[in-house]
């Protein structure tokens, strides 16, 4: 992943509601609300006043508004952008297991 779009890493039991979220990520909730309907954000909860946010939504809001904010991302670019940076991380990780695994042989 880009280091200059990766986010400050998060604590995995965070929980925050909407408010705390726009709060964290100084985002208004029309930003959150849409993000959720294109499937960025995964919150727990039937509606804005009971979602419940992880510390893996707030990592990939930070990450949505970094998008958003310094390249102008639309909200179904910055879905796509998320799982290709998150795919990336993936590949790497495993590239860098199996290159580990090579090396004992």
Not at 41 to 68: D, H, I, M, T, Y
Request: hydrophobic share 40%; with cysteine.
């Amino acid at each position: 992943m880009n280091k200059n779009l990766a986010p400050n890493s998060v604590v995995e039991d965070t929980y925050l509601t909407i408010v705390e979220l726009t709060q964290a990520t100084q985002i208004e909730v029309t930003h959150i609300v849409t993000w959720v309907r294109e499937g960025i954000l995964e919150p727990a909860g039937e509606n804005p006043e009971q979602w419940v946010f992880s510390g893996e939504s707030l990592r990939r809001a930070k990450l949505a508004c970094k998008l958003f904010r310094d390249f102008e991302i639309n909200p179904s670019g910055i879905a796509l952008a998320i799982d290709l940076l998150n795919e990336i991380t993936s590949l790497r990780k495993q590239l860098s297991l199996h290159q580990e695994n090579l090396k004992h042989r």
